[in-house]
């Protein structure tokens, strides 16, 4: 019931075990198998030989398939990854009151909070996540970013620089996976590109059967870098039409492509379906990353990747963050809306 959620916190509810309100509770059968299949295992690549023309063809397999793999290689330690870790839940540890601190501005995205609400119909996620922006650095709400624990800002910022660094690479690569230039992806990104931090937490819920942690959706990124929680699962990806598990690998980080790289790579690449369910036995914790090309730039799909086999899929558009908020209102899919009809479409 309504009264109920206004007065318990998804917090509160999980820690007296209560039955989650109705506007948790995802309708109708759509909620599929909780206990995915792990028939198909999500590829791993080491980016330490994407060099190579092997590890490429992996890596191009995997994105024109899964849409994401497990990353290692990167050169980040699984010491430095669980300190990246320990913040985080540092963080969500402290009291409501100290966390509503950094509750965001009306209307905004950025700061501490759970699921922002945006249409009537929204089932709600079990989660709360602290949003931030990291790059370009002017743009940073730095009110929002926690003083607890000290170390937080730093932590963050590190973290930061390097994932982005990772992720240039990989645009880098996924390139000379197709035989492009090596700037084709990256150089439409522009020196001023955004990176995003989310930083999600999932309490226990009593009904995982019922109630997800996230709704499925796919990413407006252009690519996301997810660190998972050390041991607890929750996060699945649609695969052939099944939701796979993305099993916890201490080391390693998840890759994600977004919608922004479906349209570039004029949908070679896939932007895949995911979501994260709960359990009823431990809190979870993870810490996203996203980057998107600056707000001005227009992107679209690569020349190279445009001839008469594979026509045009994609108009060119220029931010498509907006795009995809105003379509998440709607409740309409966003790479949709931008997809161009081909001669059958038109035909219907
Ligand atoms: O927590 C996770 O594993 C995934 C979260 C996610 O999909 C997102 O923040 O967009
Ligand atoms: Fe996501």
Redesign the pocket.
Known sequence: MASNLLVKSIEEMSMDGDEPPSEYLVKGNSFGSKDSSTLIPIPIIDVSLLPSESELEKLRSALSSAGCFQAIGHGMSNSYLDKVREVAKHFFALSVEEKQKYAPVVNESEGYGNDRIVSEKQVLDWSY?LTLRVFPKEKRRLSLWPENPSDFSETLEEFSAKVKSMMDYLLRSMARSLNLEEGSFLDLFGKQCLLQA?I?F?PRCSRPDLVL??KP?T?RSGI?V?L?DREVE??QVMIDDKWINVPTIPDAL?V?LGDQMQIMSNGIFKSPL?R?VTNTEKL?M?V?MFNEPELDNEIGPVEGLINETRPRLYRNVKNYGEINYRSYQEGKIALETVKIANNCDREK
Do not use: E, M, P
């Open positions: 996540r989310r999600n999932y942690g996230v959706h990413d996301t997810l998972q929750g996060l998840v994600n995911h994260v979870r993870s996203a």
